[in-house]
């Protein structure tokens, strides 16, 4: 992240998670701070979304928790609250999942931005430009890549990129890649803001459903999400949920002995 953005969010209170500093905004401030990231004349804003199965990937992998830290969090699902009210006594102000935020974003954003996409299935990319234009009809969408490309390939996609001449790149590539893909990659000039967007095309371009609204305003949507994969889901909410609950449960008992919320460092939380 570089330093516009650092002094932008200099005044933001954050928390803690895991050892990964996690802005606490209110919706509204949210909405505000990121759609102002996107109007600045110079400078680049990253972010990424936390939530407890990549807090729980970045205490295994030094390299990404690494990334995140270069880049602006927001919290993501009632895992990330569960952990802020064990540490500070509540929970964040606004859950900012991604997959609710970016459509929110992008509505909030009233002048016409040229937003490039990269992620998902072919198929599905192209639904999901396509539905995001019907959203917000004032933003010009341009699919960049789908998600599918060779490594040795991302040469090809950044050159597009810069032919495009972006105001917003939104990466689809799933936790760590995609993360790990923009910093590798993704450069100031390529766009003044940059999200790292996980699985948003699927539910946007309609390729994976929903859940019902009353299960989303419990918080539960990560419970229908494992009931319609279970196979591929099961070890990161039946294995992963209680890890990360545990790890914050050690975080909360170590800040009340040492006295310290903010703590450096992610070794402590393994």
Not at 5 to 10: Q, Y
Not at 11 to 21: A, D, K, M, P, T
Not at 128 to 135: G, I, L, Q, T, W
């Amino acid at each position: 992240m570089n330093h516009i953005s650092h002094l932008r969010s200099a005044c933001v209170s954050r928390r803690s998670v895991l050892g990964l500093e996690v802005s606490c905004f209110t919706y509204a401030e949210a909405l505000g701070f990121v759609s102002e990231m996107a109007s600045l004349p110079l400078g680049q804003t990253i972010i990424s979304f936390l939530n407890a199965n990549n807090a729980n990937i970045m205490l295994d992998d030094a390299q990404y928790r690494e990334i995140l830290a270069r880049q602006i969090i927001l919290p993501d699902g009632i895992g990330v609250d569960i952990a802020s009210t064990l540490v500070y006594g509540d929970k964040f102000p606004a859950n900012l999942n991604g997959t609710d935020f970016v459509p929110a974003l992008l509505t909030y954003i009233d002048r016409p931005r040229r937003i490039g996409l990269i992620g998902g299935l072919p198929d599905v990319v192209e639904k999901a430009a396509a539905n995001f234009k019907r959203h917000a009809p004032w933003h010009d969408f341009v699919i960049v890549s789908d998600g599918y490309f060779e490594d040795a390939d991302s040469g090809k996609v950044v050159e597009r990129i810069e032919a495009l001449k972006l105001d917003v790149l939104l990466v689809g590539l799933g936790s760590p890649k995609q993360e790990k893909w923009v910093d590798a990659h993704i450069r100031t000039e390529h766009a003044r803001l940059v999200l790292g967007v996980g699985a948003l095309f699927d539910f946007i371009g309609k390729a994976v459903p929903r859940a019902p609204r009353f299960l989303r305003r419990m918080r539960l949507e990560w419970m229908f999400r494992l009931l319609i994969e279970p196979k591929r889901l099961w070890r990161r909410y039946i294995l992963g949920n209680p890890r990360f609950i545990l790890r914050s449960l050690r975080q909360a008992f170590i800040v009340r002995i040492l006295g310290r919320r903010h703590l450096d460092g992610s070794n402590i939380f393994r």
